[in-house]
Structures are given as C-alpha cells and as structure tokens.
C-alpha cells in the first residue's frame, strides 16, 4: 500500500533530514504514485509523483526549505493510490484540518458509509480522508485528542497505521490495527545526541548512519540503536522532550473488515449516501447523468465480468473474483478487489486499466486492484461493441 516515514530530534540537524529523506526517496520507489511531508510549524509539501523521480533541482531545494521550516520533526508519506486521483493534490497525503494534519498506510473500506452517517462534507476523494476528518469532528465536540482517537479509530473498517499531529497542543500519535506494519527506531550517536525514527518497513530504520565494513561484519557508528514495534490497539504519543514513545491511550479495533451485501460469494460495501447529500444532482447536468450510471455499477462489474470471461474463455475468472474482497466506494467511484489471483489480474490488464498494489495481510499468490468506474464503462463500451459486431471471437 503506503510508506509512513518520521523523525524527530530536540534540535533536528541535517543529519537527521538527510536520513529521513533517505527513507521517504527509498520508499517512493514502490509507491510512486505522489509523495507528501510536513513539518512542525505547520509547513508540508505535496508532490504528484516519486519523490525520486523529481528533477535534481526541485529535489536539491526540499532540503533547505526543510532546513529553514522545521526544529522537531518530519513527518513523510508515500503513497500508492487505491482511491481517489493522485493527480488532485487533495487526495495526496498529509491532510490538514484547523487542529490536525495526518497520513494513513492502508485502506478504509466504510469511509463512504461513515461520511454519511456523520453528515460529513469534504473535498478529499480517498478513504484516508475520513480519519482526518471524523477526528476533528470530535474535537469540535470539545473531545480531547486522545478521546478522538480512540472514537475515530474504533469505528474504521479496513486496515490502517496513521500518524497525527495535534497542533493547538504540539503534540505527535501514532496508532495502527492489527493489518498494517511499522516500527521504530532510537538512536544514540557517539556525540550522545538522541533521535526517533519511524517507518513502515524496517529495513529503512536500518539503512540510516553509516554503517563501517571490518571484514565479513558491518560494525554500526552509532553509539546505541535500538528498535520496537508498536501494538495494534494501542494510542502511542511521540514525547519530543523526554525523547520518548509513551502509551497513552487504547482501543479496540473493529474485527469487521468488510460489510454489506454478498457478491459472488463474497462482500461488498456500496453506499449512495452521497447522491442527495447536499445539493446533489442539482450541482450540474454532468453530475446528474454520472450519478445515474454510477447507480448500475454493480450490474456493469457482473457485465464486464462476463465479458471478460466470454473473451478470454477463462471460466474460472468468476470463481476468483468470488474468493476476493470487493469494495465499492461510490464517493471516489472506484472499486477496490483485494487478495486476487496473480493469474487473474494478468489475464484482466490485459483488456482494462488497472492498479495493482499489496499489503502486508496478502496470502501468496494474490495481488490487491483498484478500478475506476469509468475504467469498468469504457471497458464496456468498447468490447460489448465489439462482440454485438462479431469482431470477438470465442
């Protein structure tokens, strides 16, 4: 899915953001849809693409305006995105509300049901939005952060590690459910100057400072290092005075991944909330004839199934599909089909754009896709036209 990267140091040198950035250009490697950081005075970049892929100069730059707008921590994300366009600078990660900024490694599978149900209005397309902003609704019933955590994170479906910043009362958290991996990392140079780190892949955490060659060993330059891994359920504060990680909270995930109604022996989650919310179709005619086609999705998924299978003669396409999860998000008209055989998506990118990604809770052999609606319909069009014509054959 995504990387979250962090650091945070008393007085955070370039030593420091070199490493971090270190982190956050390793891990836009594999998740090279857009690239995101903020810092504590409330400064963040946000970038559309790999963060290894920007021009040396624009690159070269991020670290003196990290240099000049940070003192405590850094806070990264790269993103390998499931739902909303990574083209929109506001699907792209950190988020910001009046009293947060946040980013999310995983997949929300009832966002669209929980901006519902909270009567929720925000731009952001993707799932991740809705933890950023159910958290501040809570505040705005004068909740204290913990307690919004705890709330917001008890009501997620789906799987997520997400790092906040609490801005009134300068403070970071982090929490994560049972789905999601990360780690932590003190260290101690030989100077005694203390730092934290973070990140969704422990090899990151591992490849920072120098590492000096003495034969077959690499001895490590750091005076001490040590690493931990936080538990699922539990509201960990990063302590910038104390240098510290400390619990201060706890939760119970929700043991529900996927609700709604069966398809193909499977789950679904769709919902149309979003149709009437607000003005809804009044907003503009070519609103009004999306949401109309949005309303047979899930007949054109069953169609473009059979399609597919019609014009690969593969009868077990059907049976694959059965065996995933599929989650229909109507706000970001896309639908996301986790732990699908590899066989499955080849044969399928074959004829229809697709993302493919992985998280940590694939069984082998099986990849995780999301579509648009417009991938699903365009599919359709051009292949149900050709098969009325003849053109395909079995």
């Given at each position: 899915?995504?990387?979250?990267?962090?650091?945070?140091?008393?007085?955070?040198?370039?030593?420091?953001?070199?490493?971090?950035?270190?982190?956050?250009?390793?891990?836009?490697?594999?998740?090279?849809?857009?690239?995101?950081?903020?810092?504590?005075?409330?400064?963040?970049?946000?970038?559309?693409?790999?963060?290894?892929?920007?021009?040396?100069?624009?690159?070269?730059?991020?670290?003196?305006?990290?240099?000049?707008?940070?003192?405590?921590?850094?806070?990264?994300?790269?993103?390998?995105?499931?739902?909303?366009?990574?083209?929109?600078?506001?699907?792209?990660?950190?988020?910001?509300?009046?009293?947060?900024?946040?980013?999310?490694?995983?997949?929300?599978?009832?966002?669209?049901?929980?901006?519902?149900?909270?009567?929720?209005?925000?731009?952001?397309?993707?799932?991740?939005?809705?933890?950023?902003?159910?958290?501040?609704?809570?505040?705005?019933?004068?909740?204290?952060?913990?307690?919004?955590?705890?709330?917001?994170?008890?009501?997620?479906?789906?799987?997520?590690?997400?790092?906040?910043?609490?801005?009134?009362?300068?403070?970071?958290?982090?929490?994560?459910?049972?789905?999601?991996?990360?780690?932590?990392?003190?260290?101690?140079?030989?100077?005694?100057?203390?730092?934290?780190?973070?990140?969704?892949?422990?090899?990151?955490?591992?490849?920072?400072?120098?590492?000096?060659?003495?034969?077959?060993?690499?001895?490590?330059?750091?005076?001490?290092?040590?690493?931990?891994?936080?538990?699922?359920?539990?509201?960990?504060?990063?302590?910038?005075?104390?240098?510290?990680?400390?619990?201060?909270?706890?939760?119970?995930?929700?043991?529900?991944?996927?609700?709604?109604?069966?398809?193909?022996?499977?789950?679904?989650?769709?919902?149309?909330?979003?149709?009437?919310?607000?003005?809804?179709?009044?907003?503009?005619?070519?609103t009004e004839i999306k949401k109309l086609a949005d309303s047979d999705i899930e007949d054109d998924f069953e169609d473009m199934v059979l399609e597919l299978g019609y014009y690969l003669g593969n009868d077990e396409l059907h049976s694959d599909l059965s065996e995933s999860a599929i989650t229909f998000h109507d706000n970001s008209r896309?639908?996301?089909?986790?732990?699908?055989?590899?066989?499955?998506?080849?044969?399928?990118?074959?004829?229809?754009?697709?993302?493919?990604?992985?998280?940590?809770?694939?069984?082998?052999?099986?990849?995780?896709?999301?579509?648009?609606?417009?991938?699903?319909?365009?599919?359709?069009?051009?292949?149900?036209?050709?098969?009325?014509?003849?053109?395909?054959?079995?």
């Amino acid at each position: 899915m995504c990387e979250i990267q962090f650091v945070m140091s008393r007085n955070i040198n370039d030593e420091e953001i070199v490493n971090f950035l270190d982190m956050l250009n390793e891990g836009s490697y594999s998740n090279s849809d857009a690239t995101g950081l903020c810092t504590d005075n409330g400064t963040k970049w946000k970038f559309r693409t790999a963060l290894h892929s920007l021009k040396d100069q624009k690159s070269g730059n991020l670290l003196s305006d990290i240099r000049m707008n940070t003192s405590k921590f850094l806070i990264g994300h790269n993103r390998l995105a499931t739902t909303g366009s990574e083209k929109e600078n506001k699907n792209n990660h950190p988020f910001e509300t009046s009293n947060l900024m946040l980013v999310h490694n995983g997949v929300i599978s009832n966002h669209d049901s929980l901006k519902g149900n909270f009567a929720l209005d925000y731009p952001e397309e993707t799932d991740s939005a809705i933890i950023i902003h159910l958290m501040e609704a809570y505040l705005e019933q004068d909740y204290s952060i913990e307690d919004a955590i705890k709330e917001t994170a008890e009501s997620l479906q789906g799987s997520y590690s997400v790092m906040v910043y609490h801005k009134p009362d300068d403070r970071i958290f982090y929490f994560k459910n049972s789905s999601t991996s990360f780690a932590f990392m003190k260290a101690v140079t030989n100077t005694g100057k203390v730092s934290l780190y973070g990140s969704t892949k422990t090899q990151n955490l591992v490849n920072t400072y120098n590492w000096e060659k003495d034969g077959m060993f690499d001895i490590d330059t750091l005076r001490k290092r040590a690493y931990a891994e936080p538990d699922a359920g539990v509201i960990y504060e990063m302590d910038t005075k104390g240098m510290n990680i400390d619990e201060v909270g706890k939760f119970t995930p929700s043991t529900t991944k996927w609700g709604g109604n069966l398809y193909c022996g499977t789950k679904y989650y769709s919902n149309d909330w979003d149709y009437s919310y607000g003005e809804g179709w009044k907003k503009s005619s070519t609103t009004e004839i999306k949401k109309l086609a949005d309303s047979d999705i899930e007949d054109d998924f069953e169609d473009m199934v059979l399609e597919l299978g019609y014009y690969l003669g593969n009868d077990e396409l059907h049976s694959d599909l059965s065996e995933s999860a599929i989650t229909f998000h109507d706000n970001s008209r896309t639908v996301v089909i986790e732990n699908l055989n590899t066989l499955a998506i080849k044969e399928m990118e074959k004829f229809i754009d697709m993302k493919t990604w992985t998280s940590n809770t694939n069984p082998m052999g099986t990849r995780n896709v999301t579509l648009t609606y417009d991938n699903i319909q365009e599919f359709l069009d051009n292949f149900s036209h050709k098969h009325m014509n003849g053109k395909v054959v079995k």
